[in-house]
């Protein structure tokens, strides 16, 4: 019986724990739901609650349930994508452990883009410290209120993973508060709308699977290139090792 219960959990046969919870972690009935949340006590992934806005959309997700209206703008595909490698990279250089380049610099270069999108309203990202190595950084850009603008970053390492969800809840992002805790996703591709990727999920936006934003082939480069660098430069002998 033990055995048939753990080979179940967490999936569609299992009647007392959420199979969308443990794939996703995320669920359309919130804490409603009629199956368990088995939240994590440890974990790679964390995950960001409604920090990604896509420009085009014209409601929010409030914290106490429900979706805000804004008059909000039209823009085009290009100029949406524009948005999100500057906001993706910026998250992800942020959050993940390095020695060089600092916030300052990165919202001084980047002001006059973020200006632009937003409106001429600040848009401002402090991120107190970095965290670790990330295997891997998913954005979902799906519609639903428990889903839209989901960041999920899977670390090399647990304990940078508890490091992250401690300091990020105190955080502030585009003057909002972020709510950040650890996730049991493991499986991006598991997770992922497969029909979606196809250009077939007839759920649209309000798919219960993670319809996941793809960043451009640059930004893909200069990020894959970035953990290379990181990967060498912790690999390599210290200087007090080197023989002269």
């Not at 009647?15 to 669920?27: D, L, P």
């Not at 896509?54 to 085009?76: C, D, L, V």
């Not at 670390?155 to 502030?172: G, H, I, K, Q």
């Amino acid at each position: 019986m033990a055995e048939y219960l753990a080979s179940i959990f967490g999936t569609e046969k299992d009647k007392v724990n959420c199979s969308f919870y443990f794939k996703i972690g995320a669920c359309r009935h919130g804490e409603r739901c009629s199956r368990v949340h088995n939240k994590p006590t440890f974990s790679q992934t964390i995950l960001l609650k409604n920090l990604y806005l896509n420009p085009n959309n014209n409601s929010i997700p409030k914290p106490e349930g429900g979706f805000e209206q804004f008059s909000g703008n039209t823009y085009t595909d290009e100029e949406v994508q524009q948005h999100f490698d500057e906001f993706y990279e910026e998250v992800y250089t942020e959050v993940e452990d390095k020695t060089s380049t600092t916030l300052a610099s990165q919202i001084i270069t980047r002001i006059s883009t973020f200006l632009f999108y937003y409106n001429k309203m600040l848009f401002i990202c402090f991120f107190r410290k970095n965290y670790g190595e990330i295997e891997a950084m998913t954005v979902c850009d799906n519609l639903g209120e428990h889903l839209v603008g989901n960041i999920y970053i899977k670390f090399r390492y647990e304990r940078d993973a508890e490091r992250a969800v401690e300091d990020l809840n105190t955080r502030w992002f585009d003057r909002k508060p972020i709510y950040a805790e650890l996730s049991p996703v493991t499986d991006f591709k598991e997770a992922s709308c497969r029909q979606y990727e196809l250009g077939e999920c007839m759920r649209s936006g309000f798919c219960n699977f993670m319809h996941i934003k793809t960043i451009s082939q640059d930004v893909k480069k200069r990020l894959r290139g970035r953990r290379k660098r990181s990967r060498s430069h912790s690999h390599s002998p210290s200087r007090k090792n080197r023989r002269h």
